[in-house]
Each structure stands twice: as structure tokens, then as C-alpha cells.
């Protein structure tokens, strides 16, 4: 059970994230995230779990495009040209998570939980990397369902592709 983060996440999300753990220890790999609008949501809840946290080998908050930039080295053309919340975006902070990392396999999520200027509310890309697979993408259009609602939905969506991550290297092995 994760505990500090209990009751505020949901049943299912706590399943999926024991899952990924679990999945994780019994291959004898490590995680990392790199996270913008979750802002390390996803990175409390996997280690929040007793007993398996240690699959868990590091978490980057960049919330800023500078951030991005220097921490996960997301090109400043990536930033200028397609922006902070893109599809190129999120494949090369999840990249940048596994290169500034020892994990094995990386979540990115970036997006928008609130609307804005230019910022669709719930428009969220996701990317997984790993050190030796293809780098896979998923966009979501969760909607204008309010912030904490998108965060909740993109850590479900953010653990589903660690979890498929986590079965595609086990299939390559």
C-alpha cells in the first residue's frame, strides 16, 4: 500500500504502480521518470511503496524549459520550434532520463493540466524510452477536467507505459 500518498490515489493507479514495481524487481531493473505537470507525482508514488521501492533509481522534476534543457538536455530547438509540451519533447526528456540516468527505462510526461493561452487543458504526450528499444510516444486528451484530475489520469497513463515498457524487455531478453 502506498503510504503517505494513501487515500488521495485512487485503487487502481496504487495496483498498476505495485505492478510496475513488482514487474520491475522480479527483472532486476530500475525506473526513472521525468516529470512537468505531474511535477514528481509519479516519482512519490513509486517510492511510496514498501519493499519494492528500490526498483526506483531516480526522479527529474523539470518544470521549466531551462530545466529541460540542462538537466535532460532537451535541445533548446526542440523547446523553441515545437515547444515544452510536444511529442519531440516528451521522447527526448524520456531519453535524456535514461542517458542522465542508471535506469533502465524512463517515463516522460509533459503536458497541460490547466487551459491557457495556447494551452488545450488536459492535453498531455508521454514518452518511453530505454537504454537499448525503440522510443514509443502516446499523446491524451484527458480534457478540461481540472488539475488534480489530470495528474491522477496521466499517472495512470504514465505507469501503463512503464508497465508495456517492462514487458517489451522482457520479450527482447
Known sequence: MAEALDPAIPDDVERLAQEVLQAACDRDL?????ESCTGGLLASLLTDIPGKSHA??????????????????????????????????????????VAASRADLAVSVTGFSEAGPGAPAGLVHFACASRDGPTCHRLERFGDIGRAAVRLAALRVGLKMLRDGLGDLAKAA
Do not use: I, P, Q
Open 56 to 97: 526506483f533509481e531516480r526522479g527529474f522534476v523539470t518544470y521549466s524549459d531551462d530545466a529541460k534543457h540542462e538537466v535532460l538536455g532537451v535541445s533548446r530547438e526542440v523547446l523553441t520550434a515545437d515547444g515544452a509540451v510536444s511529442e519531440a519533447c516528451a521522447r527526448a526528456m524520456a531519453e535524456g532520463a
Open 30 to 34: 530500475m525506473l526513472a521518470t521525468a
